[in-house]
């Protein structure tokens, strides 16, 4: 295997896989609503093993629950993006485990080799990549920092290196929430499901964050400010490409006004369209190929 | 941070062992173990159902550590040397739920088997129940640590933990009450407060929703998997790893797939848009998944 796993500060279940060699790229996944940050990307896990593009890349799996706003979220996933692009992964991972015996000594850690044949040299790109609502934080958060950049009054300031580093981000998604929800709500989609989807998605209608999307306004208002900061500035981080599932029935299909024409994928639904299969690699390669 | 000092003549054939096998059991202790050690020192505080299921996660902890060693997953010295800093704790969970009426129905024979005979003290630690009479290959590990992953994230789920605790140890009338009266038992871990479901919900929705998508990924996974490597020692090396989880999700145990199904007719039934056909087709599909970890097919389920 060319990657160690890593537990992350921010979450538990979140994960980072780093590289054995000198990472040149962070790979940041978001999930969605409900989503979980291991079973939404299973099995990146394994199948980057098998493709040699992804040896110097460090993947972090970020993990969040769920609130009633975008904003908070993005405003939590902002300081593990800047920590990213500041210190590589030093801030962000889990301490090694410490034994009773043995406090003051890492028994259990990775050797001093792996460390140092890591290196110390910053990532010299980050690619931000999500599923569903995960997509809305990325978008949230990139527009924080773009905004930022405006400065006082609409002078613009010079960006910071790690704000520069994130905006300009390769940014892939997968079903993103970015143009809302199916037309008749979720009482649409009765139809053509299977029945413990169907379940799943009725629990939706109960999320706040769900019931605070669902109302236009805050989709309408993201997009208008991700389509201003890119007439403005260009910054790569504001053109994301997007993927869809023919089968998808939870999401509207659909970009933004600037970006490419997004990918529909044969057969796959709003779920299984992130994760990669030995028969469906298009996950891994969408990524990859953006690098 | 470095953890032991390199050797400037070291190849990197040389290297290679210490950084991966240490690494994997740096995550699956801090990932697997850290939080039941936690939970582990309380238990004097805690109600018994709780408390038992403390123990009993300590000892699924130790099978997964078991396999990971058998497959050369992690380093046997640095392995044994994880078990003998937690003993006592092991043999207190091994000592208590031995005598569980609850241990002759969550665990199979060859788990007991395997516990009999790692704590006897006749033998050097991880030296039974070999999958693999020579080396596994490196597919074995891919399919551990994925499913190693998975299975962490689905146990350690806040909202997930009162329903699977109560789904297991509670007695049978018990169970009843609480579905009826939609109020989770007392003497089981309490739902942290999330913004995910309104008060109102039934208090399983989280539990048998989180579960569900838990059977869907690890059978879409095992299918993924299944597909390419086909060899009877990884047919065995899949049923174990099935076995070890099987105390919490014991689908062949009909009082508990009762237990689950009743549950998850209370969540479906909360949603007055789904007729009585849909209904029927969400039943359906659950069991099928059941099948995955225990339940007979439907043509045997009734005689089961």
């Known amino acids: 295997m060319k990657h160690i796993l890593i537990g992350l500060k921010q979450d538990r279940r979140a994960l980072g896989l780093l590289s054995k060699r000198p990472p040149s790229t962070a790979i940041v996944f978001n999930h969605g609503f409900w989503g979980k940050p291991r079973s939404t990307w299973v099995d990146f896990v394994n199948l980057i093993e098998e493709d040699e593009r992804w040896d110097d890349c460090d993947l972090f799996f970020y993990g969040h629950r769920s609130n009633k706003q975008v904003r908070p979220l993005a405003d939590k996933f902002l300081p593990f993006l800047t920590e990213l692009a500041t210190r590589r992964e030093s801030g962000v991972i889990s301490t090694p485990f410490i034994a009773p015996s043995s406090i003051g000594t890492t028994l259990f850690g990775p050797s001093a080799d792996f460390w140092n044949t890591r290196g110390t040299s910053p990532y010299k790109q980050m690619i931000l990549v999500a599923h569903s609502a995960g997509a809305l934080i990325i978008r949230e958060a990139l527009c924080l920092v773009a905004g930022l950049e405006r400065g006082i009054e609409g002078s613009k300031t010079e960006p910071s290196a790690s704000d520069a580093m994130m905006l300009q981000s390769i940014v892939r998604f997968f079903a993103p929430a970015h143009r809302g929800f199916l037309g008749a709500g979720l009482l649409g989609i009765v139809k053509g499901i299977s029945k413990i989807d169907l379940v799943t998605a009725l629990c939706l209608e109960w999320n706040p964050l769900y019931k605070n999307i669902e109302k236009q306004t805050v989709l309408d208002d993201l997009k208008k400010e991700t389509e201003t900061l890119w007439e403005e500035y260009k910054y790569p981080a504001l053109k994301a490409l997007s993927a869809f599932g023919s089968e998808e029935t939870i999401v509207n299909i659909g970009k933004y006004d600037h970006e490419d024409k997004e990918k529909t994928l044969d057969r796959q639904t709003h779920t299984s369209i992130c994760k990669p299969r030995h028969d469906f690699l298009f996950p891994v390669e969408f990524i990859a190929d953006a690098s | ?304």
């Open chain 2, 1 to 304: 941070m470095p953890a032991e000092s390199q050797n400037p003549n070291d190849t990197p054939s040389q290297i290679e062992p210490r950084i991966l096998g240490p690494a994997n059991l740096n995550f699956f202790l801090n990932d697997r173990l850290s939080p039941i050690i936690e939970e582990f020192t309380a238990i004097g505080s805690y109600p018994q159902k709780r408390s038992n299921f403390i123990r009993a996660e300590l000892l699924e902890w130790f099978l997964w550590l078991h396999l990971g060693v058998q497959i050369g997953y992690f380093p046997l010295p640095l392995s044994r040397r994880a078990v003998y800093e937690y003993f006592p704790m092991i043999l207190d969970a091994y000592d208590v739920i031995s005598e569980t009426p609850f241990f002759q129905t969550a665990y199979t024979p060859p788990l007991r088997t395997i516990w009999e005979s790692e704590f006897s003290g006749r033998q050097d630690l991880f030296a039974s129940a070999r999958v693999w009479k020579e080396a596994a290959p490196s597919e074995a590990s891919s399919f551990f640590q994925t499913s190693s992953v998975l299975a962490s994230e689905f146990v350690q789920d806040l909202e997930t933990r009162p329903f699977i605790q109560a789904i297991t140890l509670s007695t049978d009338a018990e169970w009843e009450q609480a579905l009826k009266d939609n109020k989770s038992l007392d003497d089981v871990e309490q739902n942290e407060s999330t913004d995910n479901f309104p008060d109102n919900a039934h208090w399983t929705t989280p539990g048998v929703l989180s579960t569900i998508d838990y059977l869907r990924t690890v059978r879409q996974f095992n299918l993924d998997e299944w597909e390419r490597i086909s060899s009877q020692e990884f047919a065995s090396f899949r049923q174990r790893l099935r076995e070890i989880q099987q105390w919490r999700l014991n689908f062949a145990n009909l009082p508990y797939r009762l237990r689950f199904q009743a549950a998850a007719q209370t969540v479906v039934k909360q949603f007055k848009l789904i007729e009585q056909p849909q209904v029927e087709q969400f039943n359906n599909e659950i069991y099928d998944l059941l099948t995955d970890w225990g339940a007979p097919l439907k043509s045997n389920a009734t005689s089961a």
